[in-house]
């Protein structure tokens, strides 16, 4: 059973910077795409970024593209988010998603069902 936990998140000052890790157990990362999701207070859980299983794709939403970077290193089995440039509207709990992948050659996507999800970590950008 794989099971994600998230660590990073703090509190950070507009324009500051934060790296979000994605840290995997139970099983091995390399048959997986992994994306990352936020939730603001009263707002819907929006997908913000996804890796596929390779690591040969990446999406972005269009709220992050240019400030987030997603990475993954499987043989740490674990995904970053570097998130720069950082915004008062980036305040949310983050959380991590996995969802098979066996081909290298597939493109990961944020609409589709996931089928493991972290515990999030709460990300505040303030002054």
């Known amino acids: 059973q794989l099971q994600l936990v998230e660590s990073g998140g703090g509190l950070v000052q507009p324009g500051g910077s934060l790296r979000l890790a994605c840290a995997a157990s139970g099983s091995t990362l390399d048959y997986y795409a992994i994306s990352w999701f936020r939730q603001a207070p009263g707002k819907e859980r929006e997908g913000i970024s996804c890796?596929?299983?390779?690591?040969?794709?990446?999406n972005y939403a269009d709220s992050v593209k240019g400030r987030f970077s997603i990475t993954r290193d499987n043989a740490k089995n674990t995904v970053y988010l570097q998130m720069n440039s950082l915004k008062a509207e980036d305040t949310a709990v983050y959380y991590c998603?996995?969802?098979?992948?066996?081909?290298?050659?597939?493109?990961?996507?944020?609409?589709?069902?996931?089928?493991?999800w972290g515990q999030g970590t709460q990300v505040t950008v303030s002054s």
């Open positions: 998603a996995a969802v098979i992948q066996r081909s290298p050659y597939s493109r990961c996507s944020l609409y589709v069902s996931h089928d493991y």
């Open positions: 890796i596929s299983s390779s690591g040969g794709s990446t």
